[in-house]
């Protein structure tokens, strides 16, 4: 029994030989793991301090400063500073609360209706539009129009255009729905009969006389007219009350020695905001509410005074928005994206000024000339290019000095990953910011579209694969959507250029030329090119006497000057006004 229980002992109980060499197996196994493991991370970690530094060498070897320091700029007197004096810095500063409109806000209340637009808003009678079958006589005082006569659109406008008498837009809906010169009393509505097999509904009617025919501002809430039903087959048709003309320049002359004092001070040679400039996330930019308050205000008198056939005042106005945007922004440093998408909104209200005194035919040579003086002068890229630069820059130098190199784990399980895969992601971002900046070109004012998307799609690529990402304040600005805004800003600065110098031709010779080389050299030095492809702007001219001028939009496609959407559209042409 004893012999034969042995083997069964022998094979429950190993020799410690045996379990020693299977201990030292795993032990040896557990400890190439753990080197392999160690030597991966240094690896990677390795790689990914060689591929910061790698970046760092290129961008400087290119002529890149990325020394922050050297962007900061230097302080100046406050005698010599456009914004040194307590006043502007109130006004214009950033961040500040008591600004520019508050400002605006203490004047006594304005004669005129009612500055914005809503349900309260009071409206006034401007046309009567009856509906009947074709062959009824027209009532008596009444236009007689078809319904189905695409001419009758154009003529019902002119109807209601007569009735109105001469009309400005408002910058922005800043005054509500615009400017008039007549009193509202002075109003005679129009009146209109229509002929039509089936009478129109309300929603009808909007289509058949669109807000646009009185060239209102497209962001407003509400629609500008409205048919409210008066009897059998009958609408008034009604509007809010427009800002009269001598009621709005009254109520804004209150402010003529604060626009006296900032004129006085943009003469001043430096251009600072007084801030602390040593963090980059933290760089001062402009009053955004306060400047556009500012700017609309100016806008609109330049308006009246069109209606008031006053050109040489109309320019002065636009010369004041011109000089300050031009010290404000333009002459910013170091810029930021605020700054730049700032002043390419503001010069869109500049141009949209510029629009409607050709749309009223105001503009004579002279102020035309003085236009293209300063048209010429604009490059909305420039500021643009200047913000990605200082972008890139303040991101490097973040990511530098910041604790653990800004670099943040996704999540608990972001520790497992080496620490080199966020300095490769650190180098992947600063040498993408430092990319986009090459799609822009200031000088000749084009960009490269199909690039600056290939950034963008490596921009989000970036951030889905990588176990870390960065600190959250160096979070990139949609790089895409801010071009987008500055090539259709520039591309209006362009074709307002060619419509002053169309409208310097008209004067002279008493039509549109054949061509837009017929302008050159006596209207305009040169053709400015397309931002999107750099290729000439599309030009024709029309029988009825008018013109079309468009340039290829975002798409780098030629729709034959279809538009978008919208005036914003990115679809489609990008088109001068009507």
Not at 133 to 157: H, I, N, V
Not at 532 to 542: D, N, T
Request: charged residues 20%; neutral net charge; hydrophobic residues 40%.
């Amino acid at each position: 029994m004893d012999v034969s229980s042995e083997p069964s002992k022998t094979f429950m109980n190993p020799p410690p030989t045996k379990r020693w060499r299977k201990s030292r197996r795993g032990l040896t196994g557990f400890v190439v793991g753990l080197i392999l493991i160690g030597l991966f991370y240094t690896e990677e970690n390795w790689r990914g301090r060689r591929a910061w530094e790698n970046c760092q060498r290129a961008l400087r070897a290119s002529g890149v400063e990325l020394n922050w320091a050297h962007y900061i700029p230097a302080p100046v007197p406050d005698d010599e500073n456009v914004l040194g004096s307590p006043e502007m810095e109130r006004w214009f500063k950033g961040g500040n609360l008591a600004g520019w409109k508050d400002l605006v806000k203490k004047l006594p209340s304005p004669s005129f209706a009612g500055l914005h637009i809503d349900s309260n808003t009071a409206r006034m009678f401007v046309a009567e539009a009856t509906i009947g079958l074709p062959g009824m006589p027209a009532p008596a005082g009444s236009a007689m129009l078809r319904w189905d006569d695409p001419a009758s659109r154009t003529e019902a406008a002119r109807l209601l255009t007569n009735a109105l008498g001469p009309t400005a837009a408002a910058p922005q809906s800043s005054i509500g729905v615009g400017l008039m010169l007549r009193a509202p009393e002075e109003v005679q509505a129009a009146r209109i009969f229509l002929q039509c097999q089936t009478a129109p509904t309300e929603k009808d009617l909007q289509k058949f006389l669109p807000d646009s025919v009185l060239h209102a501002s497209p962001e407003l809430p509400e629609a500008v007219l409205k048919f409210e039903p008066d009897g059998d087959r009958s609408y008034r048709v009604t509007m809010p009350v427009l800002a009269r003309v001598a009621d709005f320049l009254a109520w804004s002359d209150g402010l003529a020695p604060q626009f006296a004092f900032i004129q006085q001070a943009l003469q001043r040679p430096f251009s600072r905001i007084t801030a602390y400039y040593g963090n980059p996330t933290t760089i001062p930019a402009p009053n955004s509410i306060s400047t556009r308050n500012l700017v609309q205000i100016l806008a609109a008198r330049a308006q009246c005074h069109f209606l008031l056939g006053q050109p040489e005042e109309a320019l002065r106005e636009l010369t004041f928005v011109h000089d300050f945007c031009r010290r404000i922004f333009e002459e910013e440093k170091p810029m930021t994206f605020t700054a730049a998408m700032l002043n390419a909104a503001v010069r869109g209200l500049y141009i949209t000024v510029i629009a409607d005194g050709l749309r009223l035919q105001s503009w004579r040579e002279p102020q035309l000339v003085a236009l293209q003086e300063q048209l010429k002068t604009i490059n909305l890229l420039s500021p643009v290019k200047q913000a990605f630069e200082i972008e890139a820059v303040g991101t490097f130098h973040s990511l530098e000095n910041s604790p653990s190199a800004g670099l943040v784990k996704r999540s608990f399980l972001g520790g497992l990953f080496p620490r080199g895969w966020g300095y490769q992601k650190m180098a992947a971002r600063v040498n993408l910011h430092f990319e986009l900046v090459t799609t822009l070109d200031s000088t000749s004012q084009t960009m490269r579209p199909d690039k600056i998307e290939s950034v963008n799609k490596k921009t989000r690529a970036l951030d889905d694969w990588s176990p870390y990402t960065v600190i959250g304040y160096l979070t990139p600005p949609d790089f895409t959507r801010v071009c987008q805004r500055a090539a259709l800003s520039q591309t209006e600065v362009s074709q307002a250029l060619i419509a002053c110098a169309l409208e310097r031709y008209h004067l002279a010779r008493g039509e549109f030329p054949e061509n837009l080389h017929a302008l050159v050299p006596q209207f305009l030095d040169k053709i400015p090119l397309d931002v999107i492809g750099g290729q000439p702007p599309h030009y024709r001219r029309a029988a009825d006497g008018t013109f079309a001028l468009y340039s290829t939009g975002w798409s780098g496609q030629d729709h034959g000057g279809s538009r978008g959407q919208s005036p914003q559209s990115m679809e489609g042409d990008w088109v001068w006004p009507d």
